[in-house]
């Protein structure tokens, strides 16, 4: 009598599926994790402005050679001549549900050729998205003091020129620092000033604290991380073949 074939299942994982899936599950491993810091740096940016607060502004002077991750949020005390030739706006900053501008103006600090932007505030659009305001800027010498607000790396290209129409300055995608000294061809401090409500020559300036979104970032480490395990689990399953076994 000969006896019969059974069926076991065997783990047989494939070159290229194997490759494939390690590749996926490090990707996504690695955009969980990048998830999680930005989650701690929105945390670390909010309690800033918040300490910020309590502490004695900071004043910087031309030969400041410092690192901006140090000043953000702090409040800091420049002096100066303001450049309004060369300022420019910053586009679709939304307040109160309505789109506006934020007008960013060159400041060329006392005794020296180094600027620093100075965030002047909020200017709405109008329904042609056509934007009206006075572009002075107070002459002469200038005390100003604001926050630090250290915008992000350059995404693509921000704008492509600092000269502005007959009325308006230029319009820009973002405040891209590097791009300004590329056209501008002037040493510009590594962040931007936004400047205290009580000071006179600016616009809405009802600065907003940095938002706790540390919650969002965690969602979406938790997605990721859910990918990872999904692409593992259905390497698990592909790899697995039943076989016959001879009794």
């Known amino acids: 009598m000969s006896g019969g074939a059974s069926r076991r299942w065997r783990f047989r ?3 290229f599926p194997t ?3 390690l590749l996926l599950i490090a990707l996504f491993c690695s955009l969980g994790v990048w998830q999680l810091q930005r989650a701690k ?3 670390a940016q909010r309690a800033a402005w918040l300490r ?3 502490q004695a502004a900071v004043e910087i002077f031309a030969d400041w050679d410092g690192d901006p991750a140090e000043l953000s949020q702090r409040r800091v005390v420049v002096r100066g001549v303001y450049l309004p030739q060369r300022q420019l706006l910053i586009d679709n900053i939304v307040r109160d549900g309505r789109p506006g501008v934020e007008v960013l103006t060159p400041l060329r600090l006392t005794g020296s050729e180094r600027e620093v932007l ?3 505030g909020w200017v709405p659009m ?3 998205r056509e934007v009206h305001a006075d572009w002075s800027a107070p002459t002469g010498s200038q005390r100003v003091s604001g926050r630090v607000w250290v915008p992000s790396g350059r995404r693509f290209e921000a704008g492509t020129s600092l000269r502005g129409g007959a009325q308006r300055p230029p319009l820009w995608l973002w405040a891209d620092l590097q791009r300004y000294r590329e056209l501008s061809g002037r040493e510009l401090l590594p962040f931007v000033i936004r400047l205290d409500p009580e000071l006179p020559g600016g616009y809405r300036r009802d600065w907003p604290p940095p938002r706790a979104r540390s919650a969002m970032h965690i969602g979406y480490a938790i997605q990721w991380f859910a990918f990872a395990l999904i692409t593992a689990l259905i390497w698990a399953w592909q790899s697995t073949r039943e076989a016959e076994i001879d009794g």
């Open 52 to 54: 910020s607060g309590e």
């Open 13 to 15: 994982p494939r070159l």
């Open 118 to 120: 100075v965030d002047r």
């Open 126 to 128: 109008g329904p042609g």
């Open 19 to 21: 490759a494939a899936a």
């Open 41 to 43: 740096e929105r945390e």
